[in-house]
């Protein structure tokens, strides 16, 4: 199993609704990440959670909670958005490329297409 | 001044051209130079990666990078249609990623 896979697809959510976005990985990645990103920009980093523990966080306001239940899970809990936090959310998992110490090959999900009305 | 600079484009071209992608990079302690594809409504994946300065050939695909001008670039030889996506380069730094703005790219038959 090489891939990252994110559930739901496509998400609509007012902005009283609690959420989850769920992300999984079979490949042993030890580190994970969730990225947003919006049309024609590139991806933003929000969380890296590193052997299940959160290593950082981009100053990502309160209403995205993060949480890395085991090692091949995790997810981003919703509350409360504004419509500008209408994106794609990327999870993205890594391992050290053969023979390169210092560079990690991610693999990225297909993403949530996330709207809030 | 952003640390990766990359042209948004878009760039058409017919297909078989030579395609040249570029990014600039202010940070002279970047070592890492990688490039993602990535494709209308999916994730981006790793196509390409580079350490410090040099070439790297893989297929159609030929990674370029010169440490002495901050500048690294992604050939494409006898582009396809299936080539049309978006290009982002990317630096790799203290655990993170960090994405150029993506060239978009359209091969047209």
Redesign the interface.
């Known amino acids: 199993d090489t891939e ?1 896979t994110q559930t739901p697809k496509h998400l609509v959510m007012g902005m009283t609704n609690k959420k989850s976005l769920k992300c999984e990985q079979h490949m042993g990645h030890r ?1 994970m990440y969730w990225y947003k990103q919006k049309a ?4 933003e ?1 929000m969380f ?1 959670y ?1 052997y299940e523990k959160l ?2 966080n981009e100053s990502v306001p309160s209403r995205f909670s993060p949480e890395c239940p085991n090692s091949s899970l995790l997810n981003l809990h919703l509350h409360a958005l504004q419509p500008e936090d209408s994106a794609l959310y ?1 999870c ?1 998992s890594s391992q050290q ?1 053969t023979g ?1 110490p ?10 949530t ?1 996330l709207t809030v009305v | 001044q952003k640390e990766v600079e990359q042209d ?1 484009g878009p760039l058409s071209v017919p297909e078989g051209a030579i395609v040249s992608l570029n990014c600039t990079y202010s940070n002279s302690a970047f ?2 130079f ?1 490039w993602y594809r990535q494709y209308s ?6 196509l390409m ?1 580079t ?1 410090s300065s040099g070439n790297k050939e893989d297929g159609r695909f030929t990674a370029q990078v010169d440490k002495s001008s901050k500048y690294i670039s992604l050939f494409i030889r006898d582009s396809q249609p299936s080539d049309s996506a978006t290009y ?1 380069c990317a630096m ?1 730094q203290g ?3 960090i ?4 060239t ?1 790219l359209s091969v047209k038959p």
Request: hydrophobic share 30%.
């Open positions: 990252v580190a024609k920009k590139p991806p980093l890296v590193s290593s950082i990327l993205a490329l390169h210092q560079i990690y090959g991610y693999t990225f999900g297909s993403g297409r | 948004p070592q890492y990688m409504r999916k994730g981006p994946e790793l990666y350490y982002l790799h655990g993170k990623l994405f150029g703005q993506g978009e």
